[in-house]
């Protein structure tokens, strides 16, 4: 999953000379510019002379806490938060082979209304030297914690920012850190160095008409179920214990929304697996898990969702996965998840690698922008050739791939708005797709993208030997 919390409030400040070369700019504001800069000028006026800029930029913090407090984010240590901002070009000189460097701010300040970025003719608060009208900074230019810093390389100057700033957010979060935001400057040794220049580097701030281009935070995260209710095999020594475990997710549902049981909340559940679904437990004999316990500890997923890896060596061809409150008492069952067929190795389709078709089962043409979408993905192999098993028991179902992921593009410019995320090693599986007993599938919030443009959905199916883009693309318009 990726979320968005875009800058809400950002500005450059500076104390380079204004166009006379006499007086500095030092109280100059331009926190209504739609782009933000970063510079370090030397020697245009002396051989003493130093001019620098720096970039102020805070974010909604209070939306992240909310979130992970109404369980939309994952907790601590389950999702990242990274930096994101977009390089605007200019007929200037770049700066070239350089680190920028990124400080939590330790004060507070106010963005302000200037504009001006050429002849610094607006003045007001944030400036260089005071972040906000009553308040001056303790030092000129931000005052900023140095022992946060991070900093991020940029060879060419036309990079834009994606930088893994989880620790920061953290901190913010815990309130361990005030929520202030971020200075972004030339590192020191840049910023110090007497005998050259780093000319401007220029970013679009929060003020820009590039909907695209806007600085925020990128939280991104797993949060793709793997439910193997449909995948479900006999134990075999042909793989190892971990790989012969299969997952099992219990969905406490009521009038179509998910709540946490009562009688767990975000606590443990227990599993037993049985062979029949019409009797009470304590009148049936469990099948036992292949390392000889009966019950399973289950862990809670999300609200309302719980999971349990199971792995069992029985010969029967459908067995029921029964949820328990208590890991002892029969009666404490709260439901069962449903039918599991045991499959056998060998009992497969048979099609050759990379040779898919795919379609959206329930692609609609339009969608609102306040709108978060379910998409039904249905995946067949192009050249199907079954067994007489898999004939007759799977011939109307889907396949069901294991990782699979998806990107969106703007069909107007072919700009990738989200590019795979997952599909390549030490990735977060941000987009990868989730799948159970009817197939793969993924949520998506449309507020991520611009309302009045075409978008298209593409795939990626990724295999032990390399990986696989299917041809088709699924297109659909978000409204204004």
Known sequence: MIKKYYSNKDSTITNAFKENLINRATRSNMGESDILEVFSI??????????????????????????????????????????????????????KKYHLSINPLSGSWEEGIGIDMNSYKDEGAVNWLSSSISTSWINEGSDYYKDKEKTIYLENGREDINLDVTDIVESWISGTLESNGLVIKLSCSYEDDPSRSYFTKKFFSRGTQNFFKKPFLEAKYDDSIKDDRGNFYKYTNF???????????????????????????????YVRLYPDNLTHPLYQIPIYQYNGDQAVTASWVSTGVYKADVSVNTSS????????????????????????????????????????????????????????????????????????????????????????????????????????????????????????????????DMSILEPGYTYAVRFRIVEPQGYYDPREQFKFRVEE
């Open 239 to 269: 793989v190892s214990e971990e790989d012969n475990k299969h997952t099992l997710y219990f969905y406490n549902k009521f009038k179509g929304n998910l709540y946490d049981h009562p009688a767990l909340g975000t606590g443990s559940a």
């Open 317 to 444: 061809r459908i067995i029921y996965d029964f949820w328990f409150s208590d890991p002892v008492d029969l009666n404490s069952v709260i439901g069962y998840g449903g039918a599991v067929e045991v499959k056998r190795v060998g009992e497969t389709a048979n099609f050759s690698s990379q040779d898919y078709n795919v379609s959206i089962k329930n692609l609609k043409s339009k969608y609102s922008p306040e709108e978060n979408a379910r998409f039904q993905v249905f995946v067949r192999g192009a050249s199907w050739n079954p067994n007489s098993y898999t004939s007759l028991t799977t011939q109307k179902n889907n396949l069901i791939i294991e990782k699979m992921y998806y990107s969106i593009h703007r069909i107007a410019d072919n700009f990738t708005v989200i590019p795979f995320e997952g599909d390549k090693l030490g990735d977060i599986d941000a987009t990868r797709l989730s799948f159970d007993v009817n197939g793969n599938y993924f949520d998506f």
């Open 42 to 95: 030397k020697k245009r006026v002396s051989d003493e002379s130093s001019e620098i800029s720096r970039i102020l930029i805070d974010f909604p913090i209070e939306d992240i806490i909310s979130d992970r407090e109404n369980k939309k984010l994952p907790p601590s240590g389950s999702v990242k938060y990274f930096l994101r901002m977009f390089n605007a070009e200019h007929r200037f000189s770049l700066p």
